[in-house]
């Protein structure tokens, strides 16, 4: 069994910041890529941001040089960081982490989602 608790999300206005957080725990032998998406309302859910095992990330191009996505391997925890934030950002967060459970079997697993809401 393995649980993902996201935290952080909530309401900022144009140009704030948020952290969001993310850790799993339960059954995990080792984790692969961490990673959110997020979906608005009426759209398709959308890869915001992922980071490897090895520290290697990859950004959506509307988010690239605002948010940054880091991981902490002792804690089994990924972050995002969300600065100058947009109106068009507002959506809910989701966790998404791509786990082994044992030596050789794989899956990946959703947080439960957090909102952001961009107003002022």
């Known amino acids: 069994q393995v649980q993902l608790v996201e935290s952080g999300g909530g309401l900022v206005q144009p140009g704030g910041s948020l952290r969001l957080s993310c850790t799993a725990s339960?059954?995990?032998?080792?984790?692969?890529?961490m990673g959110w998406y997020r979906q608005a309302p009426g759209k398709q859910r959308e890869l915001v941001a992922a980071?490897?095992?090895?520290?290697?990330?990859n950004y959506a191009d509307s988010v690239k040089g605002r948010f940054t996505i880091s991981r902490d391997y002792a804690k089994n925890t990924v972050y995002l960081q969300m600065n100058s934030l947009k109106p068009e950002d507002t959506a809910v967060y989701y966790c998404?982490?791509?786990?082994?459970?044992?030596?050789?079997?794989?899956?990946?697993?959703w947080g439960q989602g957090t909102q952001v809401t961009v107003s002022s």
């Open positions: 998404n982490v791509n786990l082994y459970y044992s030596g050789s079997d794989s899956k990946y697993y």
């Open positions: 339960g059954s995990i032998f080792s984790i692969n890529v």
């Open positions: 980071i490897s095992s090895g520290s290697s990330a």
